[in-house]
């Protein structure tokens, strides 16, 4: 007869959750990014290229390492074009990230910003604002580890009207504040207009 295998206690979806952000985090998974494997890939074709060219005559071996070193060079421009955009997340992508105050004053420093036309700031500062706001109200869980579309996710999820403004109030911090575009006065006040309308809702 075959014995039964007793199943251990089933975590909870938000138990679950939090495992997965926890283990995805361990540097481990974010050590080598695909550009940095392409990178190397075409560094080791150049190298073997070289390594044949030095058996040719003079002249093909200089045209090989002219060759080569423009290849570098335009890897190196390339790189440092695409660093920036082509990121993995990690623990520097959560939306609260060196936060360190209240979502009354994050709030402050989001209308301070609007009143001066810093719509960069307003964008970060007031989606911090309203992420800290659910967290503090417990209507988001305390994940300091929270990427932006995951606080949209569960904004969405708790207030079903807002969703759409929620994503795409996440995909405007996600480009502003990692520097692949600078924030117009429209999406900045959208992303106010979340904040001020999740603030109304508790009033």
Same mark, same amino acid.
């Given at each position: 007869m075959t014995p039964l295998l007793v199943a251990g206690p089933t975590p909870s979806p938000d138990d679950a959750r939090t495992a997965l952000r926890q283990e995805l985090l361990r540097p481990e998974y974010h050590e080598r990014?695909?550009?940095?494997?392409?990178?190397?890939?075409?560094?080791?074709?150049?190298?073997?290229?070289?390594?044949?060219?030095?058996?040719?005559?003079?002249?093909?071996?200089?045209?090989?390492?002219?060759?080569?070193?423009?290849?570098?060079?335009?890897?190196g421009w390339l790189l440092s074009r695409t660093r920036g955009s082509a990121r993995l997340a990690?623990? +520097?992508d959560a939306?609260?990230?060196g936060t360190g105050v209240g979502a009354d004053e994050l709030t402050r420093r989001a209308h301070a910003a609007a009143a001066d036309g810093r719509w960069d700031d307003?964008?970060?500062?007031?989606?911090?604002?309203?992420?800290?706001?659910?967290?503090?109200?417990?209507?988001?869980? +305390?994940?300091?580890?929270?990427?932006?579309?995951?606080?949209?996710?569960?904004?969405?999820?708790?207030?079903?009207?807002?969703?759409d403004a929620a994503a795409a109030a996440a995909r405007t911090f996600d480009l502003v504040r990692y520097g692949e575009r600078r924030a117009d006065e429209a999406s900045a006040r959208g992303v106010l207009d979340l904040l001020d309308t999740l603030v109304g809702a508790r009033r």
């Open positions: 990014d695909v550009l940095q494997q392409v990178l190397d890939a075409l560094q080791r074709l150049v190298d073997d290229a070289l390594v044949a060219a030095s058996g040719a005559p003079p002249l093909t071996a200089l045209a090989a390492v002219v060759v080569a070193l423009l290849l570098v060079l335009a890897l990690g623990p +520097d939306v609260l990230a307003v964008v970060v500062e007031a989606f911090r604002a309203l992420t800290l706001r659910e967290v503090e109200r417990g209507l988001l869980a +305390d994940n300091p580890g929270a990427t932006a579309r995951e606080v949209a996710h569960a904004l969405g999820a708790g207030h079903p009207p807002l969703a």
